[in-house]
């Protein structure tokens, strides 16, 4: 009884010494994986530092280069063997990828390896010109300016995507956006497409139907709306009169068209001579009846929903108040809109503006 006691007893410390001895090799393991791979690897003092792997530099030469520079030099030899046990050289992939402070080399090594890159803020407020559009875009994403230009001057490139060159801003819907840097031109406009159409939602495309308009004449009366104020509360009544205006076929006699026509947003007062040496442009919506080929800007959509509301008012004119308040006499005939206009005219000339 005592041998079987005793050898139980030997058995049962046996099984104890074993169990601390796994606990304490899974300790270790741990606690040098921790220090491998998980405890703080990163070298730069900022919060973050954003690393860039465009198409053109993805190297593994350039990889190791932005590694190197911002990871710890342990680190920076643990994310060498990561890449080189993963095959993670075959495969890098381009991207923008944010590195907070204080990173494990795990983290940054699998955010690099699974593409997980962070997308670019993009705030699209008023623009007046394709070219605008693509500066700006091009000042945030990867594509040059003059790629981008490129392609929304192509006629084939557009046409593609059911666009022209003129109805290309009536898919850039004001609005802030995230979207990744490697965008190409097109995918970039392809964003924008889809975010039109969840912009015009059914309501919104019943309205414009109820006013016997497309989406793109809603828009581009919508941008000379935006042009003429900023007021929102005028907005509706400025809305009212150019649609009064196509139902009665009067051209739209719109000032900020002439400005786009002749390239001169500067322009303070708009002449007979600023008129007829524009009367050959599409966008003279003096010398022309009904709307624009296109927007004249990217109007907001406080300027999209005035036209959808559909105001109904008898107002075919609209005159700035002669106080320079910013807003405007309206008028039903063309006596009450000459009174108006005469008024705004004297106090320019007493300014002295031409």
């Not at 009884?1 to 169990?19: D, F, P, V, Y």
């Not at 581009?220 to 007021?231: G, P």
């Not at 009212?240 to 001169?264: Q, W």
Request: hydrophobic share 35%; charged share 25%; aromatic share 12%.
């Amino acid at each position: 009884m005592t041998i079987k006691k005793n050898k139980k007893l030997k058995k049962s410390k046996g099984i104890r010494l074993g169990i601390w001895l796994l606990l304490l090799i899974s300790f270790l393991f741990s606690a040098f994986a921790y220090v491998l791979f998980f405890r703080p690897a990163t070298k730069f003092k900022e919060e973050q530092t954003i690393v860039y792997l465009s198409k053109s530099s993805v190297s593994k030469m350039f990889v190791k280069e932005q590694m190197k520079k911002n990871l710890q030099p342990v680190a920076y030899t643990t994310f060498l063997g990561l890449a080189e046990w993963s095959g993670y050289w075959k495969k890098i992939k381009p991207g923008r990828y944010i590195i907070e402070q204080n990173s494990g080399v795990f983290t940054v090594f699998r955010k690099l390896y699974g593409g997980r890159q962070d997308p670019v803020t993009l705030t699209i407020n008023k623009f007046r010109t394709n070219n605008d559009i693509a500066k700006y875009a091009a000042s945030k994403l990867e594509f040059t300016e003059n790629e981008i230009t490129r392609f929304i001057n192509n006629k084939d490139s557009l046409n593609s995507l059911g666009l022209s060159k003129e109805t290309m801003m009536t898919v850039i819907i004001p609005n802030t956006y995230e979207i990744y840097w490697n965008s190409s031109p097109r995918s970039f406009m392809e964003r924008m497409i889809r975010e039109s159409n969840t912009f015009w939602n059914d309501k919104r495309i019943e309205q414009a139907k109820e006013l016997g308009l497309s989406k793109e004449e809603i828009i581009t009366i919508a941008s000379i709306v935006e042009e003429e104020t900023n007021d929102n509360t005028e907005k509706p009544l400025i809305a009212s009169v150019y649609i009064n205006r196509l139902k009665k076929e009067m051209p739209l006699g719109a000032d900020p068209t002439i400005k786009f026509a002749l390239g001169n947003f500067m322009l303070k007062r708009i002449t007979v001579n600023h008129i007829k040496s524009s009367s050959n442009s599409p966008y003279n919506t003096y010398s022309r009846k009904g709307v624009p080929p296109g927007p004249i800007c990217t109007p907001s959509v406080s300027s999209i929903d005035a036209v959808l509301k559909g105001e109904e008012t008898s107002y075919l004119y609209f005159c700035a108040k002669a106080d320079f308040s910013g807003s405007h006499s309206f008028a039903s005939t063309a006596e009450e809109h000459f009174a108006n206009a005469r008024k705004y005219r004297k106090a320019l000339d007493s300014l002295g503006i031409h």
